[in-house]
Every structure is written in structure tokens, then in C-alpha cells.
């Protein structure tokens, strides 16, 4: 056997034990995501729904996704400053919730489809992709 096989052959050894030893020291992810609405809207159940999916989906690796009812960790208009702050990882609610933090946020949410200025959300999508919207 010539030394670049054998060197091959370590290397592709080494990568197999390093690969077994990193999964079985990787500590479990948690993802804290604090709602900003009742725990019983029909948005948390579904976060919840997405949540189990996640850790069925990732079930060797041992990350979770835990659903925070409104207000758990600070009041919900300051979710997304925790967010920033790093005291929970997520925030959940829609953008124009934070329009006050930033102005272009309403942009990406609901009321600009259907706020008063007549787009449904195919037009406001349309209007955005292809009729200047971008360029805003």
C-alpha cells in the first residue's frame, strides 16, 4: 500500500471519528421565543405545531423550541428589544407590530395590504416586485 493510500485512509479515519465524537459532545440548543399575543391564538398553536416539528425533525441533536406566552420574559412591546438584547432568542408577531421601532416595518406586514390604501396582498406584492417598491 502505497503512503498516500495509507495517509488517505487515516485521514478519511480521522474525519469519521471526529465526525462521531463532535455529535456526541454537542450540548442541546434551546430557542426561547416569547409571543407577543394570547397563548391560545390560533398563530401560537401553530408555532407550537412548528416547534414539535422542529424537534422531531432534529430529534438526535437535541434542539428545542420553547413558546413563551406573552409577556414571560418582558412586557410584549419590548420583545423586540429583548430579542436584541439577547434575553430570549425570538420574538413572535408580526412586523408592523414594531413600525414605531423602525418605519419601513409596516412595509413588510399586513396593514399596508389592506390598511386603508386599497391593496390586497397580491397587489402589494406585485407593487413591491415589479412597480418600485424595491427601489423604496
Known amino acids: ?24 459532545i454537542a450540548k442541546p440548543i434551546t430557542i426561547r421565543v416569547q409571543s407577543v399575543i394570547s397563548a391560545k391564538a390560533d398563530e401560537v398553536t401553530m408555532l407550537k405545531a412548528f416547534a414539535e416539528d422542529v424537534k ?12 413563551l406566552p406573552a409577556g414571560a420574559v418582558v412586557g410584549v412591546k419590548e420583545t423586540l428589544d429583548a430579542v436584541d438584547k439577547g434575553l ?37 406584492l406585485s407593487w413591491f416586485q ?7
Not at 500500500?1 to 471519528?17: E, H, I, P, Y
Not at 407590530?97 to 396582498?121: E, Q, T
Not at 415589479?130 to 423604496?136: A, N, P, T
Open 1 to 24: 500500500m502505497s503512503v498516500l493510500a495509507k495517509l488517505g485512509k487515516t485521514l478519511a479515519a480521522t474525519a469519521v471519528v471526529a465526525t462521531f465524537a463532535t455529535a456526541a
Open 56 to 67: 422531531a425533525l432534529t430529534a438526535g441533536d437535541e434542539i428545542t423550541i420553547e413558546v
Open 88 to 124: 430570549v432568542e425570538g420574538g413572535f408577531a408580526w412586523t408592523h407590530y414594531w413600525s414605531g421601532k423602525h418605519p419601513a416595518a409596516a412595509l413588510f406586514g399586513s396593514p399596508p395590504a389592506g390598511g386603508g390604501i386599497g391593496m390586497d396582498n397580491l397587489a402589494w
Open 130 to 136: 415589479f412597480g418600485g417598491g424595491k427601489e423604496l
